[in-house]
Each structure stands twice: as C-alpha cells, then as structure tokens.
C-alpha cells in the first residue's frame, strides 16, 4: 500500500490532477472564512459585470457571483463524494457478493446489474427528484449514489469470481477462515486500487449528475450548487443578456474538477493496470 | 437452434425484463412518496392557476384517465393498457393537448439532432483514438491529454460555451430554437437552411464531447490490442504493418460498439440538456418545460419515451454486434 | 556433406528498461545448426531462452533490442538485411516462429483461411484465392488436419487444435528453420503428443529442413531432438546429443536439471524440472565468474572470480572450469 502510494507520487498525470483538486477544494473551503457574508445576499444590480469589488459580477438577483462560485463548488465536489461513496460502497456490496458467491446469487445480481446499466440512470434521478418535494443536497447525493452503482458493481463482480479460484483464498477457505474475513483479508486488498479507482470516476460522475439535474431545476433546495448557478443563469436569460460571466466560470470549474478527478484516474490506471502501459 | 439465434432470443429475453422494469419504474417511483403523491402534484401545479374552472377541468382529466382515485395495482393496469394504446395522458401545462402529441412533434427534431451527432462523434473518436495509439509519439501526447479535457467539460458546459461565444459574441450562428420563429415549417431551401443554422451549434457541441470520450476508450484499446499476440506472429510471418494495423483497428474497434451501446444513455442523457441551453425543440426542451411547469403527465411520458429509445438503441446494437464480431459467437457457442 | 543451416554468432540482445538500463537476456550466444537436424533448448523460465528464440528471427520489438552478433541462415546474415528486405524474404519463408502462447497467436476476428490468404499475399502474391485454397487444403490433409478448421475462426478451435493449426500455418510456406518456444506446455498429454507428431511430420515430408525446440521440460527433447543446448543467465552452458546430455551431462546445471532420472523411458514421462535450489541471477546484475556459482555445490573461489571459456570435448561443449574427468569423478562420488 505504501509502495502504490510512492509510484503514485512519481505519476505525473496523478499529481497534476491531485494538486489541481486540492488547490480548488482549499480555495472553496479557506475563502469563506475570510469573506463571511451571505452568498444568497443581493447587494448589487443584476448583471453587473466583473469588477474590482465583485470579482465575477453579478447575477440576475445582483448576487455576488464569486461567492456564490466558491460556495456552489464546495457543494458540488460534496454532492460528488457523497454520491462517490454511496455509489461505490453499493456497488462493492453488490459486485463481491456476486462474484464470491457465484451460482444463483450471481446470476441474479448480475442480471439486476445489466439491467440498471441499460435503464438510464438519469432517467430514475429525474423520476426520484421530481417526487421528493423537499430536497436537500444530502438528499440529492444519496439520490445520484443509489442510481450510479451498477458500473461497480459490474467491475467488481468481474475481479472478485477471478479472484475466488486463486490458490490463497482455497488455502484460506481449506484453513476454515470465515467468509467476512476472506473476503477482508484475502480479496479486498487485491481490488483496492479499482475500488479507488471506481471511487474517484463515481465521484466525478457524481458531480456531473448533480449539475445536469440541477440544469434541468431538480437540484436541491436552500443551497448553490455549478448547476443552479447555471440553472439559473439559462432561467434568466443571462446568455441573451451577455452575462458571460453568470455561466462561464461556473461552467469551466465544473470540468476542471472532473478534469482533475479523470487524471487522477487515469494515472491511476497507468500504474495499476500494467496492460494500457505503453 | 443455432448459436446466433440463441443469441438473439436471449437478447430478447433480457430486454423484454428490462423493459418490463423500466415501465414499472416509471410508474411506481413518482407514486411511491407518502400521501396521494399524485393528488399532491396536481394541486401544486394548480397553485399557480387562478381559473378555478381549468383546475377542475385538469384534475377529473387526470383523475379519469389514470384512475387515481383505485387502488395502485389497478392504476398500473389500466397506465399499462393506456401505453397499449398510446395514450400517455393529456398534459397539465398544455392543456388540453395530449402529451403522446406533444412528444410526436418532437421526436423528429430530438433523432435529427443526437443520432446524426453521437454517430459522428463516435466514428471521429474513434478513428483518432486508433492513431493516436498507432502513431505514438507527438501525436499522442497531444491527442490524449486533450480529449482527456473535453471528456471531463460536460455536454452542457461545452454548449453554453459555444452558445456564448458563436452565437451571442461572433453573432455566426442563431440563439436558440430549431428554426426562424417567422417561418412556416415546409420543404422549401429557406426553411431547411434554417434549419441547419439552428442545428449546426447543438449538433457540434454534442459531437466534440462524445469525441473525447471515444478516443479515449479507442486509444485504450488500440494499445491493448497492439500488445497482443497475434500482432507478433503475424509480423514474425512476414505480414506487412498495413495490413497488421487493420486487424488492430477492427479488433479494437468491435468491442467500442458495446462501449456506443452502453454509453448510449449517459450520451443521450446530456443531448438532452444540450437542447435546453439551445431551446431546441426536442424531447429535453420539452422535459425542461414540463419541470418547471409541474406538468407531472409531460415529464412522466419524457422520461418513458427516452428511456424506451435506450433500450430499443441498446438492443439494436448488441444484435448488430453479436452479428459481426466472431469471438461473441464462439462464445455463445461454448456456453451451448 | 553436410551444410549449416543456421549459425549464430556472438549473438547479444537485451531489453531497456522503463528506468533505461540494458537487461542482456541473451548475452554472447553461439551456436551452428546443421541442414536436417533438430536443436533442443532448455533452461528454467528467465534464462533467455525464449528471448533467444524471438532474437534469432531478427526482428526487435520494444522492449527488445539488438545488441551485437550476427545469424546467418545459409551463409546470409539476415542482421544486415533491412526490415523490408527480413519482412519479405527471411520472415517466414526462410525462418518460422512457434510463439509461446499460441492460443493467442491467432487474430481472434479472422477466419484460419483468410490469415493465410493474407500471408500468401506477402510472399506469393501470384496465387489466386482458389489456388490458395486448394494448397491449404492439401497442406492440412496431409498433415492430419481437417480442412474444415480454414473457415473456422480461431476460438472456434480447441486449444490443441488452435496450437496445430499454428505450427500448419507457420510452416506453410516451407521456411527451412522452425524455431518452436514452447510448443506444448500449455498443453494437454494428448494434445502434446499429437504436437510432436505434427513436428515429426514436417521433418519426415520436408516441409521444414530443421528444427529448434524450446522447451522447460529437458526430458521432453530426449523424442524430439538430435542435439541439446542448455541456456543458464543468457549464456549457453552446455551443448551435447540428446543422449549424452540426458545420460551423460558435464555441466553440474544440466546435472541438476535432469535431476536423479535414472530409468529414462519410464522415469521420465510427465517427469518435469526437479526444483534447483535458488533462482537464476538478476540479469541486470550479473555475477562475475561462473554465472551458476552461486548455485552450484561444486563451486569453489576460482569459480566466482573468473571467466569461463567454453571447453569443448569429443565434440561436445560445455561452460566450465574443470575438466570432464574431475567433473565425472565428483558425480560418481555423489551416485554411490
């Protein structure tokens, strides 16, 4: 584990995606400690361009745009791991009970897998989001969690049943270790780099799903979040307006986030997966 | 029964489930909150009309039509019997317009948008992808990282960008909408050349996200596959590098068609919202509409219309692939 | 009169390592392989002998390097030869290659037909589709294949089946040289027994000329080989005739490798490498002196600090500092 760790620093994809994150996730979480007023206050005309005093002007209720960038992020990437954990833990449930049971059990799980893969999941948000009336962010996290988990849950089942024929788990099955505990200790540790891996693809996914269902006014309640930002500014009309700086810097700080998760990723992916080294 | 028909059959099988689920789902989910779910939408919605008459009107409409005053099995039954027949119920917002209406007239411009675009994109992604991995080198190193980039820029994102920039900044495309709101939809140049304006936007931005993401997963697998035994032997027998970079491209490319199949609808998940930021008068717009409008039977026959269209795409395509691609037929037959 | 068919000389190859050092897997190899007779290579897994076996055909892919040395088939020395000139005249037409997994080897997405069409396009581009046909079919009869396996697609194939229609395939072009790495280790006893046939087969009808069998079983070769070269940390240690080899070894390696077999037909069936202490040395670190010293029970100071030369006897060779009288007189010690 500490090995994997030391490669990874020598990764340079690894490091540029970590080190933008970290740099976004501090900024988003030191700023409003220094800049304590209320992102929801109106404190200027709408759309006012950026200035000395508002560094991305205003929107169209004359808020502080910056703030609300800084506080819409923080949500975001919160929504995103919170979603990234839900989706990962369901999916690794689900992926090594399947794969380490076999039989029936996997049959059956893997044909409830196939399905959710075929079913959009953005469709069962859509469908969830527009029943729950009061919606918070938790609320929509747990929401894109238990719609996202059939991708892990797939990749899981495919490591784990290769996993279960390899020689240590017979000794430990032969040694009478109980099945909790092989799988701790005799499976986990060898898909922990795909279950980070998941993890860190979950989470930007995560992040995209809130945004898109957020764009389409589904988003949670009494918060911001990249998408209402960017809900609003399609609601009121802040392209027509020339409002440039509604939608932009939102926009772009979404995929720079997942940018940096999807290097992350991928440098992962060099070092854990030996066959796409080139 | 030979093996493709097995195949095919089991295909069919698993997709028959599938859309067995995909209905119920849409059915069940809205109604299974606490209360009369429905009664609740409805008098939401009814909140922002002041015509007591309309609001009477809209309720016994929807009360009748998906007799919400019965018990739940028996409205399932007669939503069942309604799909049947086609009728997906008359749409509070447009009253009284029926919703199978509403999406008929925007299905066509909905398909003309995302099936040209994400097949585009898909064979753009997919050929740079292949070389990217075949030619290495500077090539690559450029490729990669940028693809990499717009993978993660979602479909929305790269679509206000481009809204901002070449419509409203450059002024080279319209705004929004699917053609000139003065114009008379028919078959004369004015009229499709306006059509082309209106697609041109909507259409690239769709198509440049869904090339990184091929090139991507067609450079993975380029690599993969340039790696692989078969690319020694044939070269250690004298076959020429052309010929061998065929073979990896096809290989290569066969399993990307699944990869099409399964991405299908996180693609057409972010067309659609790609279509609201354009107004564009498909599907997404409609469903944006209908949101915000609380139009419960609108948005419930949205999501059933797209989720159908996934599933019909899907299955056209694992049938197509399990047609051309030999090791999924060796594989069926060793499963006989 | 007898004529060298393949002779290789000072051969050294190595491979780069993603930390840029030169790992010599094949380090100063020489050898002479005489028209009509058969060459066996053994050694435990990372003693080069598979490199070996890729190097001779002269082509390098990264990893893989050149390093210096010539082989020359028939007098040619193909390392002077460019890639285009190897690819259209040596590269199987005068030397063909068995790879290890053969299960592999084959394009999984063409049919066996279509592969050798496409080889047949490389170096008989006058033949049309029919003549090809009608060769392949001929070449697979007499070979005891069933010609039903052309217009098969490789995972169609058992993986004996898949491993025989290699080697068909390799030698359809009749190259004088077969190198073979492993031809049957991933195989069943049947299977492997059906293989050896196959190679007898093409010596008996002059299909190939000669043969170079690499194998981790020594024992093996005693049925399928004239001569055995055993490789020990990329150099060869020792070559003699099967039987002095298995009845008679100088080398304490080759002793150690075929372990106590005494009783040779039925000891040795199914009988593998007895396990040597210790593991081979870390190519990138050679040891100085003897390269088995380490390993060896025989080894004393003048072994680990100087070079050996090459001893030869009554014709056969071997790689070490004593002579054979000391040698034989140490193993007789040790019988009793």
New interface residues.
């Given amino acids: 584990m500490k090995n994997s760790f030391n490669i990874l620093i020598k990764s340079p994809k690894f490091m540029l995606g970590a080190g933008i994150f970290i740099v976004m996730l501090a900024l988003v979480l030191i700023f409003p400690m220094i800049n304590r007023k209320d992102p929801l206050e109106m404190i200027a005309l709408a759309f006012q361009p950026p200035s000395s005093q508002l560094w991305l002007g205003s929107d169209n209720f004359g808020r502080d745009l910056f703030l609300e960038l800084m506080y819409g992020i923080q949500t975001s990437i919160r929504v995103g791991l919170i979603a990234g954990v839900f989706a990962t833990a369901i999916g690794l449930i689900i992926g090594l009970a399947s794969g380490y049971i076999g039989g029936i059990v996997d049959n059956l799980l893997t044909?409830i897998t196939?399905?959710f893969?075929?079913?959009?999941?953005?469709?069962?948000l859509?469908?969830?989001s527009?029943?729950?009336?009061s919606r918070s962010s938790l609320v929509t996290a747990i929401i894109i969690g238990i719609t996202s988990w059939p991708w892990t849950a797939r990749a899981v089942r495919a490591q784990t049943s290769s996993l279960r024929n390899r020689d240590h788990v017979h000794i430990a099955k032969i040694s009478g270790h109980s099945t909790p505990r092989i799988i701790v200790f005799e499976i986990l540790p060898y898909i922990a780099s795909y279950v980070v891996m998941a993890f860190v693809l979950q989470t930007?996914s995560g992040i995209?799903s809130e945004?898109?269902i957020s764009?389409?006014?589904?988003g949670p309640y009494n918060t911001i979040s990249l998408g209402i930002i960017?809900n609003w500014?399609?609601?009121f009309e802040a392209?027509?307006a020339?409002a440039?700086w509604a939608?932009?810097p939102a926009?772009?700080s979404?995929?720079l986030i997942?940018?940096s998760?999807?290097?992350m990723n991928?440098g992962m992916d060099e070092i854990f997966n030996p066959?796409?080294r080139? | 029964m030979n093996a493709y028909a097995k195949y095919f059959v089991k295909k069919l099988f698993?997709?028959l489930?599938?859309l067995v689920?995909?209905v119920s789902?849409?059915f069940f989910?809205?109604?299974?909150?606490e209360g009369n779910?429905v009664a609740?939408i409805v008098s939401q919605m009814t909140k922002g009309m002041t015509d007591s008459d309309t609001i009477k009107r809209v309720y016994e409409t929807f009360i009748q039509e998906f007799g919400v005053d019965k018990p739940l099995w028996q409205q399932f039954l007669i939503y069942v019997q309604n799909l049947f027949t086609g009728n997906l119920g008359t749409s509070f917002g447009l009253y009284p317009k029926k919703v199978t209406d509403i999406l008929a007239s925007a299905v066509p411009w909905t398909i003309g948008l995302q099936l040209p675009a994400i097949l585009v994109g898909w064979i753009l992604g997919n050929v740079l992808g292949a070389v990217a991995?075949y030619k290495?080198g500077v090539f690559?190193k450029v490729i990669f990282p940028v693809a990499?980039?717009v993978?993660?820029?979602?479909f929305?994102?790269l679509a206000?960008?481009m809204?901002?920039v070449f419509?409203?900044t450059l002024g080279w495309f319209p705004?929004s909408g699917g053609y000139d709101f003065q114009m008379i939809p028919q078959l004369s140049f004015e009229f499709i050349g306006s059509v082309i304006r209106h697609h041109t936007l909507p259409f690239l931005s769709i198509v440049l996200v869904t090339i990184g993401g091929q090139a991507i997963g067609m450079r993975?697998m380029s690599?993969?596959e340039l790696?692989a035994d078969y690319v020694l032997y044939s070269k250690l027998l004298g076959i020429r590098d052309s010929r061998i970079s065929r073979y990896v491209f096809r290989n290569a490319m066969l399993p990307q068609i699944t990869g099409l199949a399964?991405s299908i609808?996180?693609m057409?998940?972010?067309s659609l919202?790609c279509e609201?930021?354009f107004s564009y008068p498909g599907i997404g717009t409609w469903?944006?509409t209908a949101?915000?409008q609380l139009d419960?039977p609108l948005?419930s026959g949205c999501?059933l219309l797209?989720?159908l269209s996934?599933?019909l795409a899907?299955f056209t395509i694992d049938i197509i692939y399990g047609f051309i691609d030999p090791r999924i037929k060796a594989s069926q037959m060793e499963d006989q | 009169m007898t004529t060298n068919i393949l002779e290789v000389s000072g051969l050294k190859t190595y491979y780069k390592t993603r930390l840029k050092e030169k790992v010599f897997a094949v380090d100063g190899v020489d050898f002479v392989l005489e028209e009509g007779k058969t060459l066996g290579i053994a050694g435990e897994s990372g003693c080069g002998k598979s490199t070996l076996a890729l190097s001779l055909m002269g082509f390098y892919f990264p990893p893989l390097h050149y390093g210096s040395g010539s082989i020359q088939i028939h007098g040619r020395d193909i390392m002077k030869l460019s890639k285009e000139q190897l690819r259209t005249q040596i590269s199987g037409r005068e030397i063909a290659y068995i790879p290890q997994a053969a299960m592999n080897a084959l394009n999984p997405t063409l049919r066996i037909i279509r592969f050798i069409e496409d080889i047949m396009k490389e170096h008989r581009p006058e033949l049309t589709k029919k003549q090809v046909w009608d060769m392949a079919v001929e070449r697979f009869e007499t070979l005891n294949l069933s010609p039903k396996v052309l217009r098969s697609y490789p995972n169609e194939l058992s993986g004996g089946m898949k491993q025989r229609t290699v080697i068909a395939i390799s030698t359809i072009l009749n190259p004088k040289v077969l190198i073979a790495d492993e031809p049957t280790s991933a195989l069943d006893v049947t299977s492997q027994k059906a293989v050896i046939k196959l190679m007898k087969d093409l010596l008996d009808k002059q299909f190939i000329r000669s043969l170079v069998f690499i194998t981790h079983e020594l024992p093996l070769l005693y049925h399928v080989t004239d001569d055995i070269m055993v490789m020990y940390a990329g150099e060869i240690v020792e070559r003699g005739t099967a039987e002095q080899m298995i009845f008679d070894p100088l080398h304490p390696y080759t002793k150690k490798l075929m372990g106590s077999i005494i009783v040779p037909e039925e000891g040795m069936k199914g009988h593998k490498l007895a396990a040597i202490p210790g593991t081979p040395p870390n190519l990138k670190h050679v040891p100085a002196g003897c390269r088995f010293a380490e390993r060896c029970s025989y080894a004393q100071d003048q072994c680990r600090e100087n070079n050996v030369a090459v001893k030869e006897v009554d014709g056969r060779q071997y790689r070490c500092h004593f002579d054979t009288g000391t040698l034989k007189e140490w193993y007789a010690n040790e019988q009793s």
Avoid: C, H, Q
Avoid at chain 1, 117 to 124: A, E, H, L, W, Y
Avoid at chain 2, 151 to 154: E, H, K, L, V, Y
């Fill in positions: 044909s196939n399905i893969i075929v079913i959009p999941s953005f469709i069962i859509i469908l969830i527009v029943s729950i009336n930007a995209l945004a898109s764009m389409l006014g589904l960017m500014a399609l609601v392209p027509v020339g440039w939608f932009i926009a772009l979404i995929a997942t940018f998760l999807y290097m991928t066959k796409i080139s | 698993w997709y489930v599938t689920i995909a789902l849409n989910l809205p109604r299974m909150i779910p609740m991995a290495k690559d990499l980039f993978n993660s820029i979602p929305f994102t206000i960008i809204l901002y419509a409203l705004l993975e690599i993969y790696n399964l609808g996180t057409v998940g972010g919202i609201i930021v469903l944006f949101i915000r419960y948005i999501t797209i989720a996934v599933l899907n």
